[in-house]
């Protein structure tokens, strides 16, 4: 049977390694969407960043943005914001406060933009970031003013080796029921709220389109992919995923990103396989 709801990782998993959609992803989203089912794209990405795609689209979905910290439906329902769970100020305030002399551009998330402090010890990271996702940074001169937001989440941007070690340094400090902290690309550790990851907004859009969750089809391939994986009625690893990607999904798909991955898929479960 196919599922009533499909959710797409954007990088690594919808767009290929040059950020784009291939005419044949194109053409099964669309399709998709002509027999009525309900497409979402869920991505670590600001929605900015991920509306942008859209209209290549040309389909009407709803955006799990910010790894699930937000969550939108369509445009026919309104754009409505349906979720959102911020990270307690307290910790945002210990990573800026640790990060301040760091080799790390921190980016803020608020209220639909995207802050950081730029440093010539972090402006390469801050470029990285830009030409990655082409997400247009707001630029401070400190983080006093945000002392008392609780941001969306928090990401770090630097040396993958450096961040290993940060990762291990803050999971010690702090335990999962405070922070829930991801790896979502070489360059990238992430810090969210312990209520904001992909599975539970895939839940929350669930909940607001009259959905079961066993109706639902889920596609990543990076660690932050892995509770939409886990949640969803038929989780699909990329072929490009790591093994603990692959291990935590129902199906393991032949392609990758750079192989219609999305397109092979979504021709198997039509004809019933």
Not at 58 to 80: E, Y
Not at 160 to 179: G, M
Not at 252 to 262: A, L
């Amino acid at each position: 049977m196919i599922p009533k709801l499909f959710a797409f990782d954007l990088d690594g998993t919808l767009l290929d390694s040059q950020k784009r959609v291939s005419r044949a992803n194109i053409a099964a989203l669309r399709e998709m969407d002509g027999r009525g089912i309900k497409v979402a794209i869920a991505s670590g990405r600001i929605r900015s960043t991920i509306e942008k795609y859209l209209p290549d689209l040309g389909i009407d979905a709803a955006l799990l943005t910010l790894n699930g910290a937000q969550v939108f439906t369509d445009l026919k329902n309104g754009r409505r914001c349906i979720y959102s769970a911020e990270l307690n100020n307290h910790y945002a305030n210990q990573l800026i406060n640790y990060c301040a002399d760091k080799p790390v551009a921190l980016n803020y998330y608020y209220d639909g933009g995207l802050f950081t402090v730029k440093t010539k010890e972090n402006s390469v990271w801050t470029e990285l970031y830009y030409q990655q996702t082409g997400a247009e940074y707001n630029f401070l001169d400190d983080f006093s003013k945000m002392a008392e937001i609780s941001p969306s989440k928090i990401l770090l941007v630097g040396d993958s080796s450096y961040l290993h070690n940060l990762e291990k340094k803050f999971t010690s400090l702090w335990n999962e029921n405070s922070v829930y902290i991801c790896r979502t690309w070489t360059h990238y550790l992430e810090f969210m709220s312990p209520k904001a990851n992909k599975g539970i907004g895939l839940e929350a859009l669930c909940a607001a389109l009259r959905v079961n969750i066993s109706d639902t089809a889920a596609f990543g391939d990076e660690q932050n992919d892995i509770p939409m994986l886990k949640l969803a009625g038929l989780g699909i690893a990329m072929k490009n995923s790591s093994q603990e990607v692959k291990a935590c999904a129902k199906r393991v798909t032949e392609k990758t990103n750079d192989e219609d991955g999305i397109a092979y898929e979504w021709e198997r479960m039509k004809s019933g396989l």
